[in-house]
Structure formats: structure tokens, C-alpha cells
């Protein structure tokens, strides 16, 4: 047993001393694309985001909310990661994640102080739900748009449900923002809107500034200046060595007996969906989310992907409306919240959904 940890923990090293390097490697649009990852909500891809430091994973909140209580994991390498949310600003739309991720180089960071207005931008990201990192490309069609109070890069790049969370890059592979969101609407086309990278860098200088990301110029800590420092890589190194043990001891854990199944009693809540004259019923667990994506609990038409966000209150169901009449995830200043009530109901477009009750039901756990 000794040896076999002496051998995990000469790895780690050995590892740490390689991933130093690759800290001042310069960036490219292949190891931007290494470097993101899917937000899965059970088997459903659901959103992007991408990896800034060992361990650690930037997306938006709006994704990291409507996964939220719906067995969210980040896809990597084919990997099933289980994630904890360690900072998260819902008015500026982002959030930082932690997982045990393998050995990937972190995304390089640029500015989006220095994007032109025509400049070529490239789009990363899992839209749709596909099974691959996905590329679209397009220009600044403005550096810095100011939309509904908030200030974003905005591209003719295409952005679909999925992109949200990923990558904006320049041809070189830089981060210059991050996606989150498009106009929707028919008599609207090619009009998407991107965090700019600097307002990234300023949440994490807020909420975890001694994260070291890499620059051209070599690692920085998020909330200090850009010049190389050595706290960061050997950082790295203990992280490094720290995940060896610890995926170590989680392999001898998972030959000890799986317990049998036993059964519980287990509360679901059961709506009414109407629309158009069709009348149906769903019987869902709590959280759940409502919209048009394919993995929302409560399916609805004419609505954003994860239109809202359903609750257990102490006094009945929770509605929390995740998105604005566009489409655009709105933060904590507009959302609206309310307080559902047997046999009370809200509209989400042309759909009325109605909370029936709560209901006891046998599971197998």
C-alpha cells in the first residue's frame, strides 16, 4: 500500500514540475479549444465553460442556476466531474467553479480593452447540446455595447442555447469575453453579446484573487498585476500533488460493497401545464427548471431555455424567472420572484402552469 502511494506521489511531482512550462506556453486556438468544457445537467449538455487554473472552471451563473439540484456535473475528457460553486455574481452573470480536473493548460487570458470594431472573434462552446466543442466565427461588431444596463463585446458570431458560458477568442486563441447570451427573435439576426474579459478578470479579483491564471506574460494572480510570479506554480505543484493522493484514496474506496437498495418515501410536485387549449399534468422533484430545453423538467414553448426556476417555499412552490422577455439572462435586479400556493398559476409566454400539490411517492435509493 506505502509504495503504491510513493508511486502516485512521484507522478504528482513529476507532473508539477512539467506544468510549469505550460503555465508561460503562448496561446493558440487549439489550446483554447483544450480548454473548455461542458456544464451537464444529468445526461444533457446544458452550457459551456472553460478552464482558468488547475481545479478551477469560469462560466455564468444563469447555467450554473438552471443545472442547480439536477445531478450537475462538468463534462472533461469524457469525465463525469461533480462541481462546487465558489463564487458567483448573478448581475454580472458569471461564476466560478471548483473540480478535480486532469492536466489540461488553462486557457491564455487577453483583454477586451484592446478589441477593435470589425475584429475577427471566434465562438467556443457546446451549442445545441452537441457532443463536441463547437467553432463559429465573426467579428466585433461592437467592443463595447451597452444592452439593458449592462455593458457586453457584441458579435455577429453565432451563440446558441449551449454556447452560453464558453470562450470568446481572438484568432490567436486569447480570452476576450465570455458568451452569454444572443437576441432572440425572428425579426433579429446575428446580434450576440459577450462578457468582456476584463469585467472577468474584475470578478475574480473580487472573489478569488489569489486564483493564478496565465497570460502572455506568464502566471498572474487574478487580483494582482500581470508579471510572473512564482506563488502561483508552486501552488500548482502542491495542487497537483494533493490531487494524486486524493484520486488515489477515491480508487480504494470504490472497491469497498455498494449497500443494498432500500426504499423511501419521497415528496414530488405535481403541475398542470396548459397551452393552447391542451391540458397536461407533470409530477417533478424540486428544484426544477421550465423551458424549452430538452432536459427542463416542465417543457413549455415560445420561451428561453431555462425560463425559470422552480423552488420548495415554506409556504408552497417558488417561481423564480431566470431570463427577460428576450431571452437574456437578467440578473438579480429584474428577476421576478413569486410564492405559489395551491391551485395558483403563472405564465410563462403562452403557457399557464398551475401547482397542484405535493405528493408522496416510493423511491429506490
Known sequence: MRGRIASFMLAAAAFALVLAPAARAQSSLEGATNAVVAITAGADRIGTGFIIAPNRVLTV??????????????????????YTVIAIDRTRDLALLEVSLPPIDPIVWGSSSELQRGQDVIVLGFPIGLHSVSLTKGVVSSPLQTFEGSTYVQTDAAIN????????????????????????????????????????????????????????????????SASRVLI??????????LAAVLLFVRQQRRIQTVPEATFATVVRYRFAIETGGARSERLVRLPSVVGTASNADIRVQDAAPYAVRLMVADSGVEALELTDSGGLYCGDGCVRTIVLARGQSFRVAGTTVTFLGEENVASNR
Do not use: W, Y
Not at 70 to 80: G, I, K, S, W
Not at 162 to 176: C, F, H, K
Not at 178 to 200: M, Q
Open 61 to 82: 451563473s444563469h447555467v450554473v442556476d438552471a443545472a442547480q439540484g439536477l445531478q450537475a456535473r462538468v463534462l472533461v475528457e469524457n469525465r463525469l466531474e461533480p
Open 232 to 241: 502561483p506554480v508552486l501552488a500548482t505543484a502542491g495542487l497537483a500533488l
Open 161 to 224: 442555447p449551449g454556447n452560453s458560458g464558453g470562450p470568446l477568442v481572438d484568432e490567436q486563441g486569447r480570452l476576450v469575453g465570455v458568451n452569454v447570451a444572443k437576441i432572440a427573435d425572428v425579426e433579429v439576426d446575428a446580434v450576440g453579446f459577450s462578457i468582456p474579459v476584463d469585467d472577468a478578470r474584475q470578478f475574480l479579483a473580487e472573489n478569488a484573487p489569489d486564483v493564478a491564471i496565465v497570460t502572455e506574460s506568464g502566471p498572474a494572480r487574478a487580483g494582482g
